[in-house]
C-alpha cells in the first residue's frame, strides 16, 4: 500500500478497508482480519490499524463481536456512501468551485458538460 | 526498560563515540534508532547487548548492569547486527544449539517467518548469499521471542520485495510485551513500523518522540530527520 503525505494514515487504512468492502472482498456480515493480520498485510504498526479500526467502528462500518473478531457491519455499504458524499460536499466540490470561479466557467457550461457525458 | 546513563565510550582513548551519554527505552514498542553513520548507532547496540562495555556511566536492563551479562539478560535479548557469519551447518542444528538459550523459542515462529519469506527450512547456513542470510537471521532473531531485539540496519542487503515481507514479519512477529529497537539511516524502509523515533549525533540525543497518529498530516521522518541533523 502506498501512503500519501496529506492525510493521516490510520484514514488511509480506513479508506482502503472501505474500498475493499465496497469491492465486495469483505462483503456484509463477512470477517475481518485481525488487527495484527491487517497491520502486516499493509506493513504498518499495529497501533495505528487499531485506531483505523477503532474509527470504523465508531462510524458504523465495523463492528467487534466479543471473542469472534470484526465483522463488517450491516449497513455498512450505505455508512459507507453517506461518508464519502459527505466528503464530496465538503471538499470535492468548493475546490471545483473554486477552480470555476478563477477560470470564469458558469454553471451553464459545467451542465452541458455532463449532459455530453452521461451521453458518451 | 533500558536505561543509557552519562554514559562515555570510545574504540581508542582518543577518540569517543559516546560522550556522557543518556537515553531511555521504555518497555514495548517499536523504536527507531536514527542517525547518520558512524554516530554510534551500532555501539549503543553493543552496549545494550554487554557486547561492549562502558568507559564511564551505566547500561542497565530492567535493573541489572548491562556489562555483567548475566544469563537471565542476556535470555531475553537478541540482536542482529549488520554483518555476520553463520557456520557452515544446517538450520536445524544451529537452532538445536541455540535454543536452550532462550526459553521461549518458538519454532512456529521461526518456521512461518520463514515461510513467510519465502525461504526453505532446510538450509545450510554455509550456502547462503547476503540477502537470504539477512532473512534466515532475522527469522531465528524474532523466534527468539524476546523481550527486547535489536536489529542493526536490518534492511541492508534486501531487495524492494524482501524489504516488504521484513515489515510484514516483524509487524506480525511484534507482540506488546516486546520492545523492538531498529537502528537504521533507511527512515523509509522501516518508518510505518515505528512507535517511537529517537535520532543521535554522536553525544546527543537530537529527538527523542513518541509518534502518536494525530488527525493531521502524517509526521514526514525522513524530513524530520534531515532537519533535526541540519539545524542542529
Redo the contacts between chains.
Sequence with gaps: MD?K???????QIAEHVMDEILSGKYPVDAKLPSV??Y???V??????VS?SFEWLQNQNIVVTRRGLGNFVALGAVEAIEALRKEEFFQEQLPDLFQSMQSIGITMDEVVNQYHKYNNK | MISITNVTFGYTPSVRVLEDFSLRFQDGGVYGLLGKNGTGKSTLLYLITGLLRAQRGTVEVDGVDASSRKAETLADMFIVPEEYDLPAISLKNYVKALKPFYPRFSEELLERCLREFEMPTDVNLGALSMGQKKKVYICIALAANTKYLLLDEPTNGLDILSKSLFRKVVVAGMSEDKTIIISTHQVHDVEHLLDHVVIVDRNRVLLDQKLEESDEAPIDIEKLFIETLTCK
Excluded: D, G, H, P
Design positions: 501512503f503525505n496529506q492525510k493521516a494514515i490510520y484514514l495484527r493480520e497491520a502486516a498485510e506493513e504498518v504498526n499495529v497501533n495505528t485506531r
